[in-house]
């Protein structure tokens, strides 16, 4: 029987697109060892979407995001200054190589509990990548939050104001009932690129290193990447350069992913028209959130946008209780979409490994 090298390994441990890359041009022998990691991969997407649907988040303290967040709150104290300084690049030197380190440190971590896994029997691998899956991805939770938005509205305005502040770092006290959902179905769709199909993609190209590198960006870029002011009394700090890289970094991985949000509400909404989503997509100035949230006002028919900032599907009607239900509807339907493919490859790659057995 081939056996994998240990160079090999060491190459491939972490990807993988590269087991699957590995399966399809390796020899008969070899391809069956390889296509068992792709598997693997494959359980672990079935696992951690499960553990999500069936449990939502684990407790804070079995959390990696939020130690994420602890170290990044941290380092940020340390880095980002007490005043406003024009262009301040040792500071925006300083935040570059926190991220990078943390990044790096992050990536090693995740690869040795990757490595360290136990491959036999070798479905229990799988299993174990997928409980160390869920924590870096998160649906339950953010449907739950964005239906008890429309839950509060329904007791009044100003508690349906008070519960979307728990989701937006905007002002909302002014906002009527249409921009708080309008607000609401933004937040779902952006996260749902951010928190699920984000992971899962660089899961795919990097395994839990990558995906576990994403989650620190997508947080650094959240606790780091908004210029201005943050924080409160001594911890009041100025980040429009020490988290620049940040939130560069962070446009940088989403970039591919929230085209495929987009791409995944268009289909299961049974099309929308690609080029007036291309032109909304480019009315944000972020250079990613454009396209889910884009893409989900045209699949519902709604305007939504962000008062003096952007208007996407001006043409469209204010969303309503039932746009916002749909629109959740819409997004777990992506997800589902995302378990079908999951589920497809193994029983196509489980024929595939059959047939090389011959």
């Known amino acids: 029987m081939t056996t994998i090298t240990w160079t090999e390994l060491l190459a491939w441990s972490f990807s993988p697109l590269g087991w699957l890359y590995r399966a399809l041009m390796a020899a008969p022998e070899a391809a069956i060892l390889w296509s068992q990691n792709v598997l693997c991969a494959l359980i672990a997407v079935l696992v951690a979407l499960?553990?999500?649907?069936?449990?939502?988040?684990?407790?804070?303290?079995?959390?990696?995001?939020?130690?994420?967040?602890?170290?990044?709150?941290?380092?940020?104290?340390?880095?980002?200054?007490?005043?406003?300084?024009?262009?301040?690049?040792?500071?925006?030197?300083?935040?570059?190589?926190?991220?990078c380190a943390l990044?790096?440190?992050?990536?090693?971590?995740?690869?040795?509990?990757?490595?360290?896994?136990?491959?036999?029997?070798?479905?229990?691998?799988?299993?174990c990548m997928g409980v160390l899956l869920k924590p870096l991805l998160s649906w339950r939770m953010l449907r739950d939050e964005v239906l008890a938005v429309e839950a509060a509205l329904q007791q009044s305005l100003p508690a349906g104001r008070e519960r979307l502040s728990w989701l937006v770092s905007r002002d909302t006290a002014q906002l009527d009932a249409g921009t708080v959902r309008e607000s609401a179905i933004e937040t779902l769709a952006e996260n749902l690129s951010d928190s699920v199909v984000a992971p899962l993609f660089w899961f795919a190209v990097a395994g839990l290193p990558g995906a576990a590198v994403y989650r620190l960006?997508?947080?650094?870029?959240?606790?780091?990447?908004?210029?201005g002011w943050r924080g409160q009394g001594s911890d009041r700090r100025h980040w429009q350069w020490a988290g620049k890289w940040a939130a560069r970094a962070d446009d940088v991985l989403n970039w591919i992913p929230a085209r495929l949000t987009a791409a995944w509400l268009a289909l299961v909404a049974g099309g929308v028209p690609w080029q007036v989503l291309r032109r909304d997509a480019c009315a944000t100035p972020s250079?990613?959130?454009?396209?889910?949230?884009g893409a989900m006002a045209l699949a519902l028919g709604v305007h939504l946008?962000?008062?003096?900032?952007?208007?996407?599907?001006?043409?469209?009607?204010?969303?309503?209780?039932?746009?916002?239900?749909?629109?959740?509807?819409?997004?777990?339907r992506v997800i589902a979409a995302q378990a079908g493919c999951a589920l497809a490859a193994i029983v196509v790659m489980a024929l595939w490994r059959v047939m090389l057995h011959g």
């Open 305 to 332: 946008s962000k008062p003096g900032v952007y208007q996407l599907n001006p043409q469209g009607a204010a969303p309503g209780s039932a746009d916002l239900r749909r629109a959740v509807h819409l997004a777990s």
């Open 287 to 293: 250079p990613n959130g454009g396209w889910p949230m």
């Open 103 to 127: 990044a790096a440190m992050v990536f090693a971590v995740y690869w040795l509990i990757l490595f360290l896994l136990p491959y036999q029997p070798w479905w229990l691998a799988g299993v």
């Open 50 to 99: 499960l553990l999500d649907r069936l449990w939502g988040e684990p407790p804070a303290w079995l959390h990696p995001v939020v130690y994420m967040g602890k170290a990044l709150g941290a380092i940020g104290k340390r880095i980002a200054p007490r005043a406003c300084h024009p262009r301040d690049w040792v500071r925006f030197v300083f935040g570059m190589i926190a991220w």
């Open 217 to 227: 960006a997508n947080t650094a870029d959240a606790m780091w990447g908004y210029p």
